[in-house]
């Protein structure tokens, strides 16, 4: 079975950078569609991005400014965050959910395996 471990979260200043990392286990690892959601204190689970292979899909909240990538050979997904703002301070969570075809979705609701999470802060 999948187990997704975070790392990579931190305090950073605002219009500072970040990169998170979450590292998979198994043999299939490029056969699951892999996304980061995050949650903020008194908010609900919030999609960020999503990759399959080389197709991405990001939240408004977040293009042009957060980046998700894979290295399928290392079972490694990542997210670049840049020019952070207080608003993106969450908890974020890696998840992982098997290709079983369709669109690359955002609902949480699809994602069967999830990480602990790692913490992010913004400062003002």
């Known amino acids: 079975q999948v187990q997704l471990v975070e790392s990579g979260g931190g305090l950073v200043q605002a219009g500072g950078s970040l990169r998170l990392s979450c590292a998979a286990s198994g043999r299939s690892f490029s056969s699951y569609d892999m996304a980061w959601f995050r949650q903020a204190p008194g908010k609900e689970r919030e999609f960020v991005a999503a990759v399959r292979r080389s197709s991405t899909v990001y939240a408004d909240s977040v293009k042009g400014r957060f980046t998700i990538s894979r290295d399928n050979a290392k079972n490694w997904v990542y997210l670049q965050l840049n020019s952070l703002k207080p608003e993106d301070t969450a908890v974020y969570y890696c998840?992982?959910?098997?290709?079983?075809?369709?669109?690359?979705?955002?609902?949480?609701?699809?994602?069967?395996?999830w990480g602990q999470g790692t913490q992010v802060t913004v400062s003002s």
């Open positions: 998840a992982a959910s098997i290709i079983t075809g369709g669109t690359l979705r955002a609902s949480s609701s699809v994602y069967e395996y």
